[in-house]
């Protein structure tokens, strides 16, 4: 592991892993999200639009340049069986502060309810509290994403608050809730 940032792999068991994402997955990536719109529109402000194969490759690229600035960390969930395919998509966002990590996710709709999106946000979780300086863990959904929900609760989070924020997706509510762990 390069000082300051986490491992580019996560074994999370199960055979699967999250893996830095790389220019290199931009189809894979595309792929998975084309056949998972529907299943991402209600939450996912950015599946309003279906993404051509070259903004996933600026996205990929803009993944790369903030993994390397040491602001961001883009993972894409996988299966140790086929290597090349993406069934998720995570990440350590530093949007929300100095000393702590946002986790975001999405899953692929064929393999929800596995426990993938709570292996890979513990493992996720673990490597955000491992680095220099950061000394919380945040996951933000909105009140009536219950799946999303439910990672954090079975991770031993603490719902810190809920927010009041204009809905930026169709089925949000404007009540966001906050899951804290960490000092």
């Not at 279906?50 to 390397?68: F, I």
């Not at 996988?78 to 999405?106: C, M, N, Q, S």
Request: glycine share 12%.
């Amino acid at each position: 592991m390069t000082p300051g940032r986490p491992p580019e792999l996560l074994p999370i068991g199960g055979g699967a892993h999250l893996r830095r994402r790389r220019l290199a997955d931009a189809a894979a990536l595309n792929t998975a999200v084309l056949a998972n719109l529907d299943h991402l529109r209600p939450y996912m402000p950015w599946a309003a639009n279906a993404p051509t194969l070259p903004e996933s490759e600026q996205l990929s690229v803009r993944g790369e340049q903030v993994w390397d600035k040491g602001t961001d960390f883009m993972y894409l969930l996988g299966l140790d069986a086929e290597p090349d395919v993406v069934i998720g998509g995570f990440g350590l966002h530093g949007r929300i502060g100095p000393g702590a990590l946002e986790i975001g996710y999405w899953v692929h709709r064929e393999h929800v309810g596995r426990g993938l999106a709570t292996a890979a946000a513990r493992a996720l979780t673990g490597a955000a509290l491992a680095l220099p300086g950061i000394t919380r863990a945040e996951i933000h959904c909105d009140e009536s994403n219950a799946a999303s929900a439910a990672v954090p609760r079975k991770l031993g989070y603490t719902l810190d608050r809920i927010d009041s924020a204009a809905p930026t997706a169709p089925a949000e509510t404007g009540r966001k809730m906050i899951w804290v762990t960490g000092s």
